[in-house]
């Protein structure tokens, strides 16, 4: 069974710094392409940022919103993703989910299949 | 970036009907639109992907079908459980914008 637990998330001042984490079980974890998407309270999904697998060279993307104080990273030893979240602004304050990026049966056509339960950052003074 | 446009932003059914649910698109990406349904508190689950293929495991009364850069989610014969927020979402290039989000609750 393909399990993604995130953990990380709490209350945060502004301006400060958070890590979170996504654990992974139940696949193969170093093949695998790795996203983060958020949702703030009441709001819908918002993209925030992938890392591919290292096979397919590393690279990391990110949502204008957080490019320079988001870093998506990963450690494929210990088959968990990280997101480390710099400066935080009230407007970050959401669930954050992990999920994976999987080109479905072998085709070109890519979707997020597993998703995890979601960690709450709350940015409060 | 891509522009996901979706309608309705919330719908109001009743058990046994059919809905439709579209999204638009600010620029052709073939078929990179998946369909997600996301309940209170649970995790997102994927519905459908390259625009019209059943994930593995989800009910055959949910479809998907692709006109140019419209999009839509058709649920079949509503049950209790399909009550809950839909989005969209391009994976033709990142970001990978979702759409807006269509609440289904029961009339």
């Known amino acids: 069974e393909v399990q993604l637990v995130e953990s990380g998330g709490g209350l945060v001042k502004p301006g400060g710094s958070l890590r979170l984490s996504c654990s992974v079980s139940g696949l193969s974890f170093s093949h695998a392409w790795m996203t983060w998407v958020r949702q703030a309270p009441g709001k819908g999904l918002e993209w925030v940022g992938r890392i591919k697998s290292h096979t397919d060279d590393g690279t990391t993307h990110y949502a204008t919103p957080v490019k320079g104080r988001f870093t998506i990273s990963r450690d494929d030893s210990k088959a968990t993703l990280y997101l480390d979240i710099d400066s935080l602004r009230f407007e970050d304050t959401a669930i954050y989910y992990c999920?994976?990026?999987?080109?479905?049966?072998?085709?070109?056509?890519?979707?997020?299949?597993?998703w995890g339960q979601g960690t709450l950052v709350t940015v409060s003074s | 970036d891509i522009q996901m446009t979706q309608s309705p932003s919330s719908l109001s059914a009743s058990v046994g009907d059919r809905v439709t649910i579209t999204c638009r698109a600010s620029?052709?990406?073939?078929?990179?639109l998946s369909w997600y349904q996301h309940r209170p508190g649970k995790a997102p689950k994927l519905l459908i992907y390259a625009s019209s293929s059943l994930q593995s495991g989800v009910p055959s009364r949910f479809s998907g079908s692709k006109s140019g850069t419209d999009f839509t989610l058709t649920i079949s014969g509503l049950q209790p459980e399909d009550f809950a927020t839909y989005y969209c979402q391009q994976t033709y290039t990142t970001p990978h914008t979702f759409g807006q989000g269509t609440k289904l609750d029961i009339k």
């Open positions: 620029e052709r990406m073939s078929s990179y």
């Open positions: 999920a994976t990026d999987t080109f479905l049966y072998g085709g070109p056509y890519d979707a997020y299949d597993f």
